[in-house]
């Protein structure tokens, strides 16, 4: 997981011994903003100078290009030092302009 006041990225491997999948999401605030709670409708791969929102879900050999997504973050807590201690998002992806769409919830809770 890596976090930044405008993005926070995780990355969560499985077997690493035997090359097991992995999968991976990005969540940006749009260009010159902070990530808060609130809900991002209009996400791209990767925020844009137009103000967009960035959002990408991929692993284990997929993802897509083209992507339209929204994402609604529910909880962000940081500790004084920054680092962050709480996150959940619901989020929806489509890939190529489909109409099929990934829905889902990333909710992530710090140990210790």
């Known amino acids: 997981m890596t976090a930044y006041p405008n993005v926070i ?3 969560v491997k ?3 011994e035997h090359s097991g999948p992995w ?10 903003q902070v990530l808060a709670v609130g809900h991002y409708p209009d996400a791209r ?3 844009t100078l137009e103000g967009n929102p960035g959002f990408n879900i991929s692993g284990d050999g997929r993802g897509c290009g083209g992507i339209r997504s929204s994402f609604t ?3 962000l807590v940081w500790d004084h030092d920054g680092t962050l201690r709480r996150f959940r998002a619901d989020f929806e992806q ?3 302009n489909t109409e099929a769409a990934l829905r889902g ?8």
């Open 9 to 11: 990225s995780f990355l």
């Open 14 to 16: 499985g077997d690493v």
């Open 23 to 32: 999968w991976g999401a990005d969540f940006y605030a749009p260009n010159g």
């Open 45 to 47: 791969s990767h925020p």
């Open 73 to 75: 973050v529910h909880e």
């Open 94 to 96: 489509r890939c190529e």
């Open 105 to 112: 919830t990333w909710d992530f809770t710090a140990s210790g």
